[in-house]
């Protein structure tokens, strides 16, 4: 039987915002599933509510045939006897305690001997074996998120769940973490819930992605596809679509359809069942900026401009041109220096119809 984890969660805070959440996330054939979302989204309501460390107002949460949390019948398992692995911001670690301990805290039920031989097992598959009879504060960030996860694994969990993993260490050690945390997350065999605001870390940890907004999930489905296809504007900022425009449906033709954003048409590959206000989402790496005369485009969309910023980003550069509405591009530095992208520049802005997105307008 496949495991899942369905959960319909309602909670409910005095003068704050109220979590209302639910969906199935089958969990074997897309083993980690990202929480993605703004800061006061209700992540980290859910996971809590999953783990049991809050109880909501109203709701159920089922993991692979087992109810964990049912408020109709009064039912709430204390975390323990959900079995669930948990890996805190912070990695939680006790300080006063050697690896070795902090490893062996969730396994005093074990015999001696057994808890010894878990220890090293663990510890030998996440790589920590040498780190043993440090202390915490002997360890740099990366080796303490290798052993917060140990931690989280010793007690053979059935599963795991992950608030903000990575937000704990700099930048250089967490861009250096992305690749290998997700290679332990599969290597570990256990399904995992990541919490996360951060949109790079979404895409290089998760199967599956679950879009939270205003305390409800708005989208689910595979990362590439909620981030190339949102269902709706809200959905389209909360995954990085710099450009979301106000649109109405002008016309249909041959399979696509024209929208008017403001002063400016655009035409899109029909998405289908829509019909007057909608808005139109383009990602800001679709958008080509050219010169504004001479060349083909394959392009059906190109919008002529001026430069209004421009801001440097490593090897990147993102430039907004005021074309009628302002489009926001992503473009290499060598491209940049290349047209002379500085504000007032004349520009052409060229967007492929498959890449703008029409969604409904949802107030």
Same mark, same amino acid.
């Given at each position: 039987?496949?495991?899942?984890?369905?959960?319909?969660?309602?909670?409910?805070?005095?003068?704050?915002?109220?979590?209302?959440?639910?969906?199935?996330?089958?969990?074997?054939?897309?083993?980690?599933?990202?929480?993605?979302?703004?800061?006061?989204?209700?992540?980290?309501?859910?996971?809590?509510?999953?783990?049991?460390?809050?109880?909501?107002?109203?709701?159920?949460?089922?993991?692979?045939?087992?109810?964990?949390?049912?408020?109709?019948?009064?039912l709430h398992l204390p975390?323990?006897?959900?079995?669930?692995?948990?890996?805190?911001?912070?990695?939680?670690?006790?300080?006063?305690?050697?690896?070795?301990?902090? &490893?062996?805290?969730? /396994?005093?039920? %074990?015999? +001696?001997?057994? =808890?010894? #031989?878990?220890?090293? *097992?663990?510890?030998?598959? @996440?790589?920590?074996?040498?780190?043993?009879?440090?202390?915490?504060?002997?360890?740099?960030?990366?080796?303490?998120?290798?052993?917060?996860?140990?931690?989280?694994?010793?007690?053979?969990?059935?599963?795991?769940? &992950?608030?903000?993993? /990575?937000?704990? %260490?700099? +930048?250089?050690? =967490?861009? #250096?973490?992305?690749? *290998?945390?997700?290679?332990? @997350?599969?290597?570990?065999?256990?399904?995992?819930?990541?919490?996360?605001?951060?949109?790079?870390?979404?895409?290089?940890?998760?199967?599956?992605?679950?879009?939270?907004?205003?305390?409800?999930?708005?989208?689910?489905?595979?990362?590439?596809?909620?981030?190339?296809?949102?269902?709706?504007?809200?959905?389209?900022?909360?995954?990085?679509?710099?450009?979301?425009?106000?649109?109405?449906?002008?016309r249909r033709e041959a399979?696509?359809?024209?929208?008017?954003?403001?002063?400016?048409?655009?035409?899109?590959?029909?998405?289908?069942?829509?019909?007057?206000?909608?808005?139109?989402?383009?990602?800001?790496?679709?958008?080509?900026?050219?010169?504004?005369?001479?060349?083909?485009?394959?392009?059906?969309?190109?919008?002529?401009?001026?430069?209004?910023?421009?801001?440097?980003?490593?090897?990147?550069?993102?430039?907004?041109?005021?074309?009628?509405?302002?489009?926001?591009?992503?473009?290499?530095?060598?491209?940049?220096?290349?047209?002379?992208?500085?504000?007032?520049?004349?520009?052409?802005?060229?967007?492929?119809?498959?890449?703008?997105?029409?969604?409904?307008?949802?107030?």
């Amino acid at each position: 039987m496949e495991r899942s984890l369905t959960f319909r969660l309602l909670r409910r805070f005095p003068r704050g915002p109220t979590v209302a959440a639910e969906a199935r996330l089958p969990l074997d054939a897309a083993p980690v599933t990202v929480l993605l979302g703004p800061s006061g989204s209700g992540k980290t309501t859910v996971l809590r509510s999953l783990a049991g460390l809050d109880r909501p107002d109203e709701g159920a949460i089922d993991f692979a045939g087992q109810t964990w949390f049912d408020a109709a019948r009064g039912l709430h398992l204390p975390p323990q006897a959900r079995g669930v692995g948990l890996l805190f911001q912070d990695h939680a670690l006790f300080p006063h305690l050697s690896v070795r301990a902090n &490893l062996a805290y969730g /396994l005093h039920r %074990l015999p +001696a001997g057994e =808890r010894a #031989a878990r220890v090293a *097992e663990v510890a030998g598959r @996440l790589g920590v074996e040498a780190l043993l009879d440090r202390r915490p504060a002997q360890l740099s960030g990366g080796q303490r998120q290798r052993v917060a996860l140990a931690r989280a694994l010793a007690p053979r969990p059935r599963l795991l769940l &992950l608030d903000e993993p /990575l937000s704990a %260490l700099d +930048a250089p050690t =967490r861009e #250096a973490l992305r690749g *290998e945390l997700r290679h332990l @997350l599969e290597q570990s065999g256990v399904p995992a819930i990541v919490v996360t605001h951060d949109r790079v870390e979404a895409l290089a940890l998760g199967d599956r992605l679950a879009v939270l907004a205003g305390g409800a999930i708005r989208q689910i489905g595979p990362v590439h596809e909620v981030f190339s296809q949102p269902v709706d504007a809200v959905v389209a900022l909360a995954v990085g679509t710099e450009n979301v425009f106000p649109a109405r449906l002008l016309r249909r033709e041959a399979g696509l359809v024209v929208v008017g954003a403001g002063p400016v048409e655009l035409v899109a590959v029909d998405p289908g069942g829509l019909a007057g206000e909608a808005y139109a989402c383009v990602r800001a790496e679709e958008v080509v900026l050219e010169p504004p005369v001479g060349g083909d485009s394959s392009a059906r969309n190109r919008l002529h401009g001026a430069v209004a910023w421009r801001r440097d980003e490593g090897p990147l550069v993102r430039v907004a041109v005021d074309c009628g509405l302002r489009l926001v591009a992503l473009v290499t530095r060598a491209s940049a220096e290349r047209l002379g992208l500085q504000p007032g520049r004349p520009v052409a802005a060229s967007v492929k119809a498959p890449s703008v997105r029409v969604v409904p307008r949802q107030d």
